[in-house]
């Protein structure tokens, strides 16, 4: 008996077939998985006196850890690195503190204000962030702390002659052991280091 292909072809392909719609039809019947929730830090800070004079600062992205800098949010345990899994940030983390860096001078009053990077400027700021991260220090089930810690160098632009240099660290305790709390305590963390970096590039650069 002779065999013929295109017929043995029509016949797997309908098979085929038949097997998908099969899985298709069971694929609903799982449960579908919950959506991650995604937050977001807006470090609200206040409105400054500025200094005695306007100047300009150039300011490139922060040099951010690495292991902090996307989207998951960080949680160190003793030498633990892990991440929460029922939550994300918005977007990675070290665009959301360039953009709060940013958001804090433009409200630092009449003193110190970014420009571009093809405007002329009379100083130029670098940061690096070394600490962002929920630190368990009371055992996994604990509110953790968040630690924020930002080194910051002012030079003069024209010679990169040192104006100053400071760290500027934050540890704020989270109310509870949830997702929304850790957040709320990491925006409280970068409020308060962005709001003491620009107070003290204003004091630096304007005095």
Request: with cysteine; proline share 5%.
């Amino acid at each position: 008996m002779i065999k013929r292909p295109g017929a043995a072809r029509l016949a797997v392909t309908g098979a085929t077939l038949a097997l998908a719609v099969a899985l298709a039809g069971c694929i609903t019947l799982f449960p579908k998985e919950k959506p991650v929730q995604l937050y977001r830090f807006d470090a609200a800070v206040q409105a400054g006196q500025g200094s005695a004079r306007s100047f300009s600062i150039r300011s490139s992205p922060a040099d951010f850890d690495a292991a902090a800098a996307g989207d998951q949010i960080m949680t160190v345990d003793g030498d633990q690195i892990g991440y929460v899994d029922s939550g994300r940030w918005s977007s990675p983390a070290n665009q959301m503190f360039d953009e709060a860096v940013a958001h804090g001078f433009d409200v630092a009053g009449d003193g110190a204000h970014l420009v571009g990077p093809t405007s002329k400027a009379q100083y130029r700021l670098h940061l690096t962030v070394s600490h962002f991260e929920a630190r368990y220090t009371s055992g996994p089930t604990a509110p953790p702390t968040v630690v924020v810690t930002v080194r910051a160098v002012l030079e003069h632009q024209s010679d990169l002659t040192l104006v100053g240099a400071q760290s500027f660290d934050a540890e704020v305790p989270a109310s509870d052991n949830r997702v929304g709390a850790i957040v709320t305590a990491y925006d409280a963390a970068v409020t308060k280091v962005v709001g003491d970096m620009v107070a003290w590039v204003d004091e630096k650069g304007g005095g």
